[in-house]
Every structure is written in C-alpha cells, then in structure tokens.
C-alpha cells in the first residue's frame, strides 16, 4: 500500500544522545515535511524539502537537522537530545502547492 | 503574525449535526485545510477551499469566507466514529501550512 512510513514507532531517549528518525515515501512526492506535535498545540512545522536535494527550515528548526538526498527518504536528526523535544513526531509529503499533505503514523519521542 | 482559531472542545450527539469554526490571519492566503485525526493516529485530509462557498463531500461539508478569513466544517448525521480531532489550516502566500490546535469533537449517544 502506498504511503509514508516512519521508523521508530516510539522511542525513549536518553538526554544528550543523537537520534535520527526515518521517514520514507513511495508516492514519488516532491514536497516532504517534519511537524512536531505537543498537547494543546498545533502542527509545528521544523523543516520541509519543496524537491531532493533542498531543505528549508520551518517556524521551530533549533536543535533539529534534515537532509533530502533523493526523493523517498527524509530523516530528521536531533543532534543533541533535549527534553523539551519530547514529542510526536509527524512526517508528511505532498504533491505540490495546493495538494494534502499525507501523513506517517508518527513517532513518539520521550526525552528524559 | 499568523494565527489560527478555533473552539478547543465541542459536544454533540449521535445523529445530529455540528459546525466546527476556524478564524485565520495568515501572511497571504492561498486556501483552507481540514483534517481530522482520532487519538493516537495521523491527520488525514478532509476537504481544502480555494474559493468562497459551501463545498460539500458527503456528510461532510466546508465552506470559506477570504475577505472574512473565516472556514467552518459542518458534519451532518453524526456517527460515534466522528469522535476526533479536527484540524484547520490555512496555506499562506508560500504554501506552508499554518495549523489551528485543533478541536476536540466529542459525541454522546
């Protein structure tokens, strides 16, 4: 079934370690996003790729590195962990200007 | 700055029908999201309004206001398996999306 998928499910990390979640899609979208998502909040944006092989950083990138080296693959790394990075964890992708964005299941990411 | 609001929590019951509002202040506006999301789950997409009016998909239906800046989804004929999240978003002049909260719907039997 076409799709995103992300990898880890959860995971409970350890304050200082570095961390790369996955994310990967098999619907050839160009455009390809990471939120964060906090209770009582909205979708925050952190970083976001229009094509492989640019990023650009959204309205919460500090802490949080991207890299887009072909289409599929969008993996999100904390280089330092810091509990306020406790979060859920969404990746997306979508077809351009316009289109939904398609949601993985997400990661839920303790910081301790 | 760029804003989104809407009702944190709404109650309704099985069978009836349910406006969920949303108010935006967005640099630029290209169009409105809704999303829904059940607890523990992913958003998944709704409906998305370029222009003005009622656009309606089923028992859902969307409609947006520009020179308001204001959306609403309306859900007729409740099911308990509308229980959920929904989300509103406003896609600014540089297509990123600006998300709302959320509003948490609950429904009674």
């Known amino acids: 079934i076409a799709g995103i998928t992300q990898a880890p499910t959860s995971q409970i990390l350890a304050a200082g370690r570095r961390m790369t979640l996955r994310c990967t899609q098999d619907?050839?979208?160009?455009?390809m996003y990471w939120y964060r998502q906090d209770l009582g909040l909205g979708l925050r944006l952190i970083h976001y790729?229009?094509?492989?092989?640019?990023?650009g950083k959204g309205e919460v990138p500090d802490g949080y590195s991207v890299s887009r080296a072909n289409t599929d693959d969008f993996p999100l790394t904390l280089a330092s962990a810091v509990p306020s990075q406790t979060s859920v964890y969404f990746c997306a992708s979508s077809d351009g200007d316009g289109q939904p964005q398609h949601f993985g299941d997400g990661t839920r990411l303790s910081i301790l | 700055g760029q804003n989104i609001d809407q009702p944190t929590e709404m109650t309704a019951t099985e069978g009836a029908i349910v406006q969920i509002n949303c108010t935006y202040q967005?640099?630029?506006?290209?169009?409105l999201f809704w999303y829904q999301q059940h607890a523990g789950e992913a958003p998944t997409f709704l409906s998305y309004?370029?222009l003005d009016g009622l656009e309606e998909k089923g028992r859902f239906s969307s409609f947006l206001s520009r020179s308001k800046g204001y959306s609403y989804l309306l859900l007729k004929e409740l099911q308990m398996k509308d229980s959920a999240s929904y989300l509103c978003a406003a896609e600014d002049s540089n297509y990123q999306l600006i998300w709302g909260a959320g509003t948490k719907l609950i429904i009674k039997p």
């Open positions: 790729s229009n094509t492989a092989g640019t990023t």
């Open positions: 967005t640099s630029g506006f290209n169009g």
């Open positions: 309004n370029v």
């Open positions: 619907m050839r979208h160009n455009a």
